[in-house]
């Protein structure tokens, strides 16, 4: 007997330093990494090889529960082949070759025991969330079961696997791979090609060989699950290259159960350790599972290790459309705001470590880790499809396609009782409303969840116990949403069109079903295959959106799907329909109503009034601020000097603070005036970052930043209480004030300012202007605006404030009349005014310009001028002259927003039946105090905003 050698071993935490570590390890698996995914180790397989094998020599069925051990076993052991002094495991080879023949007899027995119900197990799990996130890139296994490609399908990650098991796949093979590969060292069952009997497994291919040596040599090779029993793995691949391998001088790591003694391994392991000596290490585990799921993970998700970047260069061609690389998108592309969010959220669900604060850095390495994003030759970032669809600011400019039609059809009565827009006047023209929605995903997901909240509005069933009931189950709407944005075909031309009527909703995208699906489904469509109860039919033409999609919350579950659709509108008592077109080009899915729900047009069942399921933050995020603040000494104190001293001149914000003067314009460029009246050679740059160290460093930010929107917003066209921290738009010469804006459906139009006449005298009693109360705060280490719609009343349609001492009694009590799905329409309507409709925003601090158009113009033409201060005050985004001179606040323009699907809220409010009668009241009440400052009996009362106004001084 051969000397035991002098084998050295190590902790699994050495093995994990060895995962994350440089040069990224080789994993190599065997049949014990596949137990617990319903695949038999040697010796169980070669006893129901005997059993297969016994029922077919003796006309029986092997699932025939009367067959017993004691028929077989002894018939197994009478072979002359089998060697009664070795383990049952030692006769596997000998049992394949001889119990199953002809070579189809094989076939079949493994595809019917690799057919196993089992799902992978949970060390199959985190083993792909290592290959997604770079930390192994290559897996050589001696099995045959599709453990990991099937795991990679349900938990969507990673996002591609290039699986070699035949010559045919060797060109997908590369020492650097830019995906994850996985090489069956074995063969396929399915291509007749399987090593299992004695001659197939002295050798390896020799091509396989040639290219898998060099692998070895440069990188450490950690072994799971596998006996090291057979001579193609051990001899021909690892013991006869080891020479030229310099001994696997990256060390290899020999993982074995905890209790297992060192010289009850197979002789070909022992003489691998001899052979390469200290470059040969034993690891004690407990198991494949323990060993990914618990040690390793547990330890990663404690470390603060770099990530190896999975994703190659753009030189490689993508496996999936959503992979490939975007000309001319970049990073200056993205959508940062939702960017940030998403990606925190994706990890946070994935338990990968965050950063605090996220930084561009750390983003830029996810975008990276998550195939949104790849380096090109030059060492740029350029995005993919799935990064330009999910978080570019205009995918439409590249990806033109990337659409949505949704179309509302219904008499007008329907129309407004179930969008209940403002803007959706009694004289509709037509009985059908279509828009198309654009922007990101997120953002064409949020603009269809809008509608579709809407339309979804619960109503009192009678009978003997009245009851309220949805027309569609939520959770059924989201999971067709986000089925038709992440599954349809983005090659092709067509968008995804929505048809929502007051009987159903019909979702048609482009694409039918994938490979991986249709032969799922076989010959029976997918709706019967699920109608008849089967779940877990999956597959994805666009795995990368998939993934953002289930990681950032908005798929619930791993294989629901359309399972849950039908189950959930069944139960609801609807009705639900889909499957590809016959040419699968097109796949379409279509939800009936509750058959009661359809009377509510008729007025058969009585509708519950509904506090809208959709709920906005009156926040706009501040995405950008600049890096520094201006600071210089000066002779004035306070800023009636400053308009004292710089008459009729265009002042940037600025504020005073012992005997300085800060502000976020460099006092040293040419056109700023506040050099005139600063100590010269005394400018000092400061960053924000100390500015903003202390509470009062944070309010004077507050204050130099209120100034700028009040900035923004007086070259918007509004007018500014800056005492009262407010804005609404002034009457035209002609009257009433109208916006033009886009709207969720339709391009629609807004009136801000309205004449309230009189009825006793037929005369404008006072004016009502719609307002934007305005205010910087901070969240957590987040600076946000928040927005608070509201009124504001005025005598003469401008500045004549009604009653000032009573204006903000009279606009909340106004305010209070707006129920919260007209709230939120504010709300968005309001950010479209800051952002003229962009999904970001900078405030407008450049150089004065003139005005376009004259303040008198009249009529409709009033639209034209307001619309005219967009593209002014956003030229200096094409990087016109001094561009970046400009100090840059940016802010995100998109509300955050979630959907809360809870009935109680409808039943617990109510839309009160007296409300007309509050606004009479209202108005009767603004009416008279009108009257009164008329005939003079408040003559004191403020009339102008504020005296020598900050933002008309400018």
Same mark, same amino acid.
């Given at each position: 007997?051969?000397?035991?050698?002098?084998?050295?071993?190590?902790?699994?935490?050495?093995?994990?330093?060895?995962?994350?570590?440089?040069?990224?390890?080789?994993?190599?698996?065997?049949?014990?990494?596949?137990?617990?995914?319903?695949?038999?180790?040697?010796?169980?397989?070669?006893?129901?090889?005997?059993?297969?094998?016994?029922?077919?020599?003796?006309?029986?069925?092997?699932?025939?529960?009367?067959?017993?051990?004691?028929?077989?076993?002894?018939?197994?052991?009478?072979?002359?082949?089998?060697?009664?002094?070795?383990?049952?495991?030692?006769?596997?080879?000998?049992?394949?070759?001889?119990?199953?023949?002809?070579?189809?007899?094989?076939?079949?027995?493994?595809?019917?025991?690799?057919?196993?119900?089992?799902?992978?197990?949970?060390?199959?799990?985190?083993?792909?969330?290592?290959?997604?996130?770079?930390?192994?890139?290559?897996?050589?296994?001696?099995?045959?079961?599709?453990?990991?490609?099937?795991?990679?399908?349900?938990?969507?990650?990673?996002?591609?696997?290039?699986?070699?098991?035949?010559?045919?796949?060797?060109?997908?093979?590369?020492?650097?791979?830019?995906?994850?590969?996985?090489?069956?060292?074995?063969?396929?069952?399915?291509?007749?090609?399987?090593?299992?009997?004695?001659?197939?497994?002295?050798?390896?291919?020799?091509?396989?060989?040639?290219?898998?040596?060099?692998?070895?040599?440069?990188?450490?090779?950690?072994?799971?699950?596998?006996?090291?029993?057979?001579?193609?793995?051990?001899?021909?691949?690892?013991?006869?290259?080891?020479?030229?391998?310099?001994?696997?001088?990256?060390?290899?790591?020999?993982?074995?159960?905890?209790?297992?003694?060192?010289?009850?391994?197979?002789?070909?392991?022992?003489?691998?350790?001899?052979?390469?000596?200290?470059?040969?290490?034993?690891?004690?585990?407990?198991?494949?599972?323990?060993?990914?799921?618990?040690?390793?993970?547990?330890?990663?998700?404690?470390?603060?290790?770099?990530?190896?970047?999975?994703?190659?260069?753009?030189?490689?061609?993508?496996?999936?459309?959503?992979?490939?690389?975007?000309?001319?998108?970049?990073?200056?592309?993205?959508?940062?705001?939702?960017?940030?969010?998403?990606?925190?959220?994706?990890?946070?669900?994935?338990?990968?470590?965050?950063?605090?604060?996220?930084?561009?850095?750390?983003?830029?390495?996810?975008?990276?880790?998550?195939?949104?994003?790849?380096?090109?030759?030059?060492?740029?970032?350029?995005?993919?499809?799935?990064?330009?669809?999910?978080?570019?600011?205009?995918?439409?400019?590249?990806?033109?396609?990337?659409?949505?039609?949704?179309?509302?059809?219904?008499?007008?009565?329907?129309?407004?009782?179930?969008?209940?827009?403002?803007?959706?006047?009694?004289?509709?023209?037509?009985?059908?409303?279509?828009?198309?929605?654009?922007?990101?995903?997120?953002?064409?997901?949020?603009?269809?969840?809008?509608?579709?909240?809407?339309?979804?509005?619960?109503?009192?069933?009678?009978?003997?116990?009245? $009851?309220? +009931?949805?027309?569609?189950? /939520?959770? &059924?709407?989201? #999971? !067709?949403?986000?089925? =038709?944005?992440?599954?349809?075909?983005?090659?092709?031309?067509?968008?995804?069109?929505?048809?929502?009527?007051?009987?159903?909703?019909?979702?048609?995208?482009?694409?039918?079903?994938?490979?991986?699906?249709?032969?799922?489904?076989?010959?029976?469509?997918?709706?019967?295959?699920?109608?008849?109860?089967?779940?877990?039919?999956?597959?994805?033409?666009?795995?990368?959106?998939?993934?953002?999609?289930?990681?950032?919350?908005?798929?619930?579950?791993?294989?629901?799907?359309?399972?849950?659709?039908?189950?959930?509108?069944?139960?609801?008592?609807?009705?639900?329909?889909?499957?590809?077109?016959?040419?699968?080009?097109?796949? $379409?899915? +279509?939800?009936?109503?509750? /058959?009661? &729900?359809?009377? #509510? !047009?008729?007025?058969? =069942?009585?509708?519950?009034?509904?506090?809208?399921?959709?709920?906005?933050?009156?926040?706009?995020?501040?995405?950008?601020?600049?890096?520094?603040?201006?600071?210089?000494?000066?002779?004035?104190?306070?800023?009636?000097?400053?308009?004292?001293?710089?008459?009729?001149?265009?002042?940037?914000?600025?504020?005073?603070?012992?005997?300085?003067?800060?502000?976020?314009?460099?006092?040293?460029?040419?056109?700023?005036?506040?050099?005139?009246?600063?100590?010269?050679?005394?400018?000092?740059?400061?960053?924000?970052?100390?500015?903003?160290?202390?509470?009062?460093?944070?309010?004077?930010?507050?204050?130099?930043?209120?100034?700028?929107?009040?900035?923004?917003?007086?070259?918007?066209?509004?007018?500014?209480?800056?005492?009262?921290?407010?804005?609404?738009?002034?009457?035209?010469?002609?009257?009433?004030?109208?916006?033009?804006?886009?709207?969720?459906?339709?391009?629609?139009?807004?009136?801000?300012?309205?004449?309230?006449?009189?009825?006793?005298?037929?005369?404008?009693?006072?004016?009502?202007?719609?307002?934007?109360?305005?205010?910087?705060?901070?969240?957590?280490?987040?600076?946000?605006?928040?927005?608070?719609?509201?009124?504001?009343?005025?005598?003469?349609?401008?500045?004549?404030?009604?009653?000032?001492?009573?204006?903000?009694?009279?606009?909340?009590?106004?305010?209070?009349?707006?129920?919260?799905?007209?709230?939120?329409?504010?709300?968005?309507?309001?950010?479209?005014?800051?952002?003229?409709?962009?999904?970001?925003?900078?405030?407008?601090?450049?150089?004065?310009?003139?005005?376009?158009?004259?303040?008198?113009?009249?009529?409709?033409?009033?639209?034209?001028?307001?619309?005219?201060?967009?593209?002014?005050?956003?030229?200096?985004?094409?990087?016109?002259?001094?561009?970046?001179?400009?100090?840059?606040?940016?802010?995100?323009?998109?509300?955050?927003?979630?959907?809360?699907?809870?009935?109680?809220?409808?039943?617990?409010?109510?839309?009160?039946?007296?409300?007309?009668?509050?606004?009479?009241?209202?108005?009767?009440?603004?009416?008279?105090?009108?009257?009164?400052?008329?005939?003079?009996?408040?003559?004191?009362?403020?009339?102008?905003?504020?005296?020598?106004?900050?933002?008309?001084?400018?």
């Amino acid at each position: 007997m051969a000397a035991i050698p002098n084998i050295q071993s190590a902790s699994v935490g050495r093995l994990y330093s060895v995962l994350v570590g440089q040069p990224t390890p080789v994993l190599l698996l065997g049949a014990g990494a596949s137990v617990r995914s319903g695949i038999p180790l040697a010796a169980d397989m070669v006893e129901q090889a005997a059993r297969w094998a016994y029922a077919r020599e003796h006309g029986r069925s092997p699932k025939d529960p009367r067959l017993l051990r004691s028929d077989w076993f002894p018939w197994l052991k009478a072979k002359p082949w089998y060697d009664l002094t070795g383990s049952v495991a030692d006769n596997y080879p000998p049992a394949i070759e001889n119990l199953l023949q002809p070579r189809q007899a094989r076939a079949d027995f493994f595809r019917e025991l690799l057919q196993t119900k089992i799902n992978p197990s949970v060390g199959y799990e985190k083993l792909a969330e290592f290959l997604h996130q770079g930390l192994v890139k290559t897996v050589l296994t001696t099995n045959f079961d599709m453990n990991l490609p099937d795991v990679k399908v349900r938990i969507r990650r990673p996002h591609h696997i290039d699986v070699i098991q035949t010559p045919s796949d060797y060109t997908k093979f590369s020492t650097i791979p830019p995906y994850p590969q996985q090489v069956f060292l074995h063969g396929s069952v399915d291509h007749y090609t399987d090593k299992n009997i004695l001659d197939e497994v002295q050798h390896l291919d020799p091509e396989l060989v040639r290219m898998i040596a060099p692998l070895l040599r440069d990188h450490p090779l950690i072994v799971v699950g596998y006996r090291g029993a057979e001579p193609s793995v051990m001899q021909h691949l690892l013991l006869e290259n080891a020479e030229q391998a310099y001994n696997y001088r990256h060390g290899i790591y020999w993982c074995k159960m905890k209790g297992d003694r060192v010289e009850s391994l197979p002789p070909m392991v022992l003489a691998l350790a001899s052979a390469i000596g200290a470059n040969f290490t034993l690891v004690d585990i407990d198991g494949f599972d323990e060993l990914f799921a618990r040690d390793l993970w547990l330890l990663h998700q404690d470390a603060d290790a770099p990530l190896a970047m999975a994703s190659g260069t753009g030189a490689a061609p993508a496996p999936t459309l959503d992979m490939d690389v975007v000309n001319l998108a970049g990073l200056d592309d993205l959508d940062w705001p939702t960017v940030r969010a998403r990606l925190v959220l994706y990890c946070e669900a994935l338990q990968i470590r965050v950063p605090a604060p996220p930084d561009r850095a750390w983003i830029v390495d996810r975008l990276l880790q998550t195939n949104l994003a790849v380096r090109d030759d030059k060492g740029g970032v350029q995005l993919t499809t799935a990064g330009c669809l999910l978080f570019s600011q205009g995918p439409q400019k590249l990806i033109p396609q990337a659409g949505v039609t949704l179309r509302v059809s219904g008499n007008g009565e329907w129309l407004r009782r179930a969008l209940g827009e403002k803007g959706l006047e009694s004289g509709l023209a037509s009985d059908v409303l279509e828009h198309t929605i654009k922007g990101n995903l997120w953002a064409q997901y949020d603009g269809i969840n809008d509608v579709l909240t809407s339309v979804n509005r619960p109503f009192r069933l009678k009978g003997e116990q009245s $009851e309220t +009931v949805l027309p569609y189950p /939520p959770l &059924a709407l989201k #999971e !067709v949403v986000v089925n =038709a944005l992440v599954h349809r075909d983005y090659s092709v031309t067509n968008p995804i069109v929505i048809d929502v009527t007051a009987a159903s909703i019909r979702i048609t995208n482009p694409g039918g079903l994938v490979d991986e699906v249709q032969r799922r489904v076989e010959a029976g469509s997918i709706e019967e295959e699920i109608r008849r109860g089967r779940r877990g039919i999956k597959g994805y033409r666009n795995p990368v959106l998939a993934d953002l999609f289930y990681g950032s919350g908005e798929m619930d579950k791993a294989g629901s799907g359309l399972s849950d659709v039908y189950k959930t509108v069944r139960s609801n008592g609807g009705d639900v329909r889909f499957g590809p077109t016959r040419n699968n080009d097109e796949f $379409e899915v +279509v939800i009936m109503t509750r /058959p009661e &729900a359809v009377d #509510e !047009v008729t007025g058969t =069942a009585t509708p519950v009034v509904l506090t809208t399921s959709r709920y906005a933050a009156n926040i706009l995020e501040v995405v950008s601020l600049p890096e520094n603040i201006y600071h210089a000494g000066t002779e004035l104190q306070h800023h009636r000097q400053l308009f004292a001293a710089l008459p009729n001149e265009w002042l940037p914000p600025s504020i005073f603070l012992s005997g300085r003067l800060y502000s976020f314009h460099d006092f040293e460029h040419p056109r700023n005036p506040l050099a005139k009246v600063i100590d010269d050679g005394d400018v000092e740059p400061l960053l924000l970052t100390e500015f903003t160290a202390d509470q009062e460093g944070e309010r004077r930010l507050v204050q130099l930043l209120n100034l700028g929107l009040e900035k923004h917003l007086y070259r918007r066209g509004l007018i500014v209480d800056r005492k009262r921290k407010r804005a609404y738009f002034p009457r035209t010469e002609a009257g009433s004030r109208s916006i033009a804006y886009q709207a969720r459906l339709r391009r629609a139009k807004r009136t801000v300012v309205k004449a309230r006449v009189s009825p006793r005298t037929g005369t404008v009693s006072y004016w009502e202007h719609e307002a934007l109360g305005y205010r910087f705060d901070k969240f957590g280490a987040t600076w946000g605006l928040l927005l608070e719609p509201g009124y504001v009343f005025t005598f003469d349609g401008a500045k004549g404030l009604l009653a000032p001492d009573r204006v903000n009694r009279l606009s909340t009590k106004r305010a209070a009349r707006d129920y919260n799905a007209t709230v939120h329409q504010d709300l968005s309507f309001w950010a479209w005014c800051l952002s003229g409709g962009e999904i970001s925003f900078a405030l407008d601090l450049s150089w004065p310009r003139p005005t376009q158009v004259a303040d008198d113009a009249a009529g409709d033409a009033d639209d034209d001028r307001w619309s005219d201060v967009h593209p002014m005050q956003v030229e200096r985004a094409g990087g016109g002259e001094d561009a970046n001179r400009y100090p840059h606040i940016v802010l995100s323009a998109r509300l955050p927003t979630v959907t809360v699907n809870d009935l109680e809220l409808a039943l617990g409010n109510s839309e009160e039946s007296d409300s007309d009668d509050a606004l009479e009241a209202l108005d009767e009440e603004l009416e008279g105090l009108a009257e009164e400052q008329r005939l003079g009996a408040s003559a004191a009362a403020e009339t102008e905003t504020e005296e020598a106004d900050y933002a008309d001084q400018s």
